[in-house]
């Protein structure tokens, strides 16, 4: 098994073309949902985010105040990297547990949404492959004032804080063009998985544990034969 990092621009179709990849069947995990997922009351980021920021963090439901604990660590560079610190290491254990699943259930490539992949660079290690939904700047502004219901500066100061999307198509290894029509996007989509699909590089993986697995069938077999007998 590999995996493919998927990742884009504010309103450039990620969730959209994500949708296409579930309806082929494919193996999706959303890191954004399994960053929420770890902060919830229960996990060990929850306890630990407590001890380091306080109580003021808190809803009075007792989930965390995501916009407070945001405004608190904004510019306040130490603050931020603390809480990276708490959360980073659970959302990698949770990803990898995910992946794990799908690795038994025998899936070849998992596709993990994260739409920070060539800003953080933290996990784009792990990926064999990495996608960018794509599409020009106006498309891009229409659609975020459209969905977000944003004047053209809000939605522009918005793009502006990103990384720019012509540069991380520099980045990536399959770009999917979603500037046209949603039909073309599909199709696109469409293609990319059949690539993936073929490709050879989820058996090094498999293999490995095909080998680890007899290796340790074979010693078991040699210990209770010949070894534990005489014992
Ligand atoms: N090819 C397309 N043609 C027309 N509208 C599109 C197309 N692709 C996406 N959209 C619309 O553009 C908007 C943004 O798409 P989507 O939500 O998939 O982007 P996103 O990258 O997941 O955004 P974000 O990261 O900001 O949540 C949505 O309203 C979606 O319906």
Redesign the pocket.
């Known amino acids: 098994m590999f995996l493919v990092g998927l990742t ?11 949708q296409v990849f579930k309806q082929l069947n494919c193996a999706v995990i959303d890191v954004d949902v399994i960053a929420h997922q770890v902060v919830q009351p229960g996990y060990p980021a929850y306890r630990r985010i407590v001890e380091a920021f306080g109580t003021e963090v808190l809803l009075e439901n007792g989930d965390i105040n995501r916009k407070v604990l945001g405004d608190l660590i904004f510019n306040q560079p130490d603050l931020r990297q603390l809480l990276n610190t708490i959360t980073h290491p659970e959302i990698l254990k949770e990803m990898m547990k995910e992946t794990f699943k799908y690795f038994l259930q025998g899936y070849r490539y998992v596709i993990l949404d994260i ?1 920070l992949l060539f800003e953080t660079k933290k996990l784009l290690k792990y990926m064999k492959h990495t996608v960018v ?1 794509y ?1 020009d700047r106006d498309t891009q502004l229409k ?2 004032m ?2 977000n219901k944003l004047n053209q500066e809000d939605a522009e100061a918005r793009i502006s804080a990103q990384l720019p999307l012509k540069d991380k198509v520099h980045m990536a290894r399959h770009v999917l063009d ?5 039909s ?2 599909k199709r696109q989509v469409i293609v990319l998985h059949a690539e993936l699909e073929r490709s050879l590089e989820y058996l090094p993986l498999r293999l490995g544990i095909l080998t680890g697995l007899v290796g340790l069938v074979g010693l078991l077999y040699l210990l209770t034969h010949y070894l534990l007998p005489s014992l």
């Open positions: 884009g621009g504010i309103a450039s179709g990620k969730s959209s073309v994500i739409p939904v599409c659609r975020l459209q969905r979603n500037s046209g029509d949603w073309t996007t």
